[in-house]
C-alpha cells in the first residue's frame, strides 16, 4: 500500500528551465510534507516543507504547491541549473507525536547545461 | 556538531553472518529512525524510536532488531544477514518540535552475498 505516489520518475530538463514533480497522498490525517533532496551518496536533505493550511510556499527557486482537495503536492524548480541535479523525495507525516514519514519513490532529475 | 554520524559507510556480508550498523547523534534529539533506500523503492522505514529505552517497528521491521539505550545512539542489528537484505541504510533525527526537520546520516552501503 503506497500511501504517497510521486511522478515522474525521471525528468530531464535543460538549463534554465522549470522542473516539476507531482506528488499525490491518500491520508487525510497527513499534516507536514516535506521534500527532500539527495545527491549520489549522500544522506538525503530538507529541501523545503509545507503544512496544509497554506497553498504555496517559495524558497528562493523552489516552490511548493499544495492542493488539499485533491490531495496533492507538487515542487516546482524555477531557473533549473545543472547543480540541481539530484534525486528528490516528497515525503508527508500524520499528526500527533507521531513522528514518521512516509516517502514517496523519488524522482532523478537531471539538469543539461 | 557532528550531526549525524553512520559507521561502517560500507560493508559486504555473507548470507546468515550478523552485524550492527552504527548510529550516534550529537544534536540531543530524541527521535531517531532507520530507512532502508532501494532503486525505485524510495526510503522505507524499518524502526523507530522516540526516546532512550523506547522503540517501535516501521514498515519493514522483519530482520532487523534495535535497542535505544541512550539518547544520543540508535544502533541497528541484523541477526542473520540475509541477500534480501542488500540496501543501503539511513539514520535519522529529529527533535521534539513536530515541524523540525529531521536530519539524514550519510548512509552506509550493505551488500549480503
Known amino acids: 500500500q503506497q500511501q504517497v505516489k510521486q511522478s515522474p520518475q525521471s525528468l530531464i530538463v535543460q538549463k534554465g528551465g522549470i522542473s516539476i514533480i507531482n506528488c499525490a497522498y491518500e491520508n487525510t490525517a497527513f499534516d507536514y510534507f516535506p521534500w527532500y533532496q539527495q545527491f549520489p551518496g549522500k544522506g538525503p536533505a530538507l529541501l523545503i516543507a509545507?503544512?496544509?493550511?497554506?497553498s504555496e510556499k517559495k524558497e528562493g527557486r523552489f516552490t511548493i504547491s499544495f492542493n488539499k482537495s485533491a490531495k496533492q503536492f507538487s515542487l516546482h524548480i524555477m531557473d533549473s541549473q545543472p547543480g540541481d541535479s539530484a534525486t528528490y523525495f516528497c515525503a508527508a507525516r500524520s499528526g500527533g507525536s507521531n513522528y514518521k514519514l512516509t516517502f514517496g519513490k523519488g524522482t532523478l532529475l537531471t539538469v543539461n547545461p | 556538531n557532528a550531526g549525524v554520524t553512520q559507521t561502517p559507510k560500507f560493508q559486504v556480508l555473507k548470507t546468515g553472518q550478523s552485524m550492527t550498523l552504527q548510529c550516534a547523534q550529537d544534536m540531543n534529539h530524541e527521535y531517531m529512525s532507520w530507512y532502508r533506500q532501494d532503486p525505485g523503492m524510495g526510503l522505507r522505514l524499518i524502526h523507530y524510536s522516540v526516546g532512550a529505552g523506547i522503540t517501535d517497528q516501521g514498515e519493514v521491521p522483519n530482520g532487523y532488531n534495535v535497542s535505544r539505550s541512550t539518547t544520543e545512539d540508535f544502533p541497528l542489528r541484523l541477526l542473520s544477514a540475509a541477500p534480501s537484505q542488500t540496501s543501503v541504510y539511513f539514520c535519522a533525527s529529529k527533535d521534539r518540535a513536530s515541524y523540525n526537520e529531521q536530519f539524514f546520516g550519510p548512509g552506509t552501503r550493505l551488500t549480503v552475498l
Open positions: 509545507i503544512r496544509p493550511d497554506v
